[in-house]
T-cell receptor, first 112, second 115 residues
Framework: QKEVEQNSGPLSVPEGAIASLNCTYSDRGSQSFFWYRQYSGKSPELIMFIYSNGDKEDGRFTAQLNKASQYVSLLIRDSQPSDSATYLCAVISKEYGNKLVFGAGTILRVKS | ETGVTQTPRHLVMGMTNKKSLKCEQHLGHNAMYWYKQSAKKPLELMFVYNFKEQTENNSVPSRFSPECPNSSHLFLHLHTLQPEDSALYLC??????????????FGSGTRLTVV
């Protein structure tokens, strides 16, 4: 099993819709979870982090964490074409010496 | 500008060449990392330095040789690379390697092509 798994997509949503991106992880001891956005040809940019079960909201972004199910998600409300990018889920993994372990990313396309 | 600067942005090299990638961070961080990003694969952690000391080498072939002269600078020396080494090489930094704080800041990367 991969340490961090994401559906590669592409996930296509119309402009103004809610985009829902999902991620599962294997290390039950993980405590910190991150979402990075990466535009084509650019470096990853941190957009959200979450430590506790439940929801965390920041503007149009909401991160959701369920440690019992080992599941973390990112919701993007009122999706814009500028949100089109690859979204990388990352987890601080105790199994890997508290290093940041990434999923392969989900491609999001927002159609105007 | 993220505070982590990588040069060059693009590099084309032959399999017999020797070249170096450079990373510099202006964030006062103590940990620096090299990641490799290949198409449709997760970012692969290559090397970790914490307070200038190498703390991790993820079974990286010896044709990649890191150097960290101080907490602000990190190099990746390349020699006798293979075409499959072509990828985006990303440098990142964080406050330290204890992990919890979301301080991983990435540079813009070096797009390496081995011909």
């Amino acid at each position: 099993q991969k340490e961090v798994e994401q559906n590669s997509g592409p996930l296509s949503v119309p402009e103004g819709a809610i985009a829902s991106l999902n991620c599962t992880y294997s290390d039950r001891g993980s405590q910190s979870f991150f979402w990075y956005r990466q535009y084509s040809g650019k470096s990853p940019e941190l957009i959200m982090f979450i430590y506790s079960n439940g929801d965390k909201e920041d503007g149009r972004f909401t991160a959701q964490l369920n440690k019992a199910s080992q599941y973390v998600s990112l919701l993007i409300r009122d999706s814009q074409p500028s949100d089109s990018a690859t979204y990388l889920c990352a987890v601080i993994s105790k199994e890997y010496g508290n290093k940041l372990v990434f999923g392969a990313g989900t491609i999001l396309r927002v159609k105007s | 500008e993220t505070g982590v600067t990588q040069t060059p942005r693009h590099l084309v090299m032959g399999m017999t060449n020797k070249k170096s990638l450079k990373c510099e961070q202006h964030l006062g961080h103590n940990a620096m990392y090299w990641y490799k990003q290949s198409a449709k694969k997760p970012l692969e952690l290559m090397f970790v330095y914490n307070f200038k000391e190498q703390t991790e080498n993820n079974s990286v072939p010896s044709r990649f040789s890191p150097e960290c002269p101080n907490s602000s600078h990190l190099f990746l020396h390349l020699h006798t690379l293979q075409p499959e080494d072509s990828a985006l090489y990303l440098c990142a930094s964080s406050q330290d390697t204890r992990g919890r704080r979301p301080g991983y800041t990435f540079g813009s990367g070096t797009r390496l092509t081995v011909v």
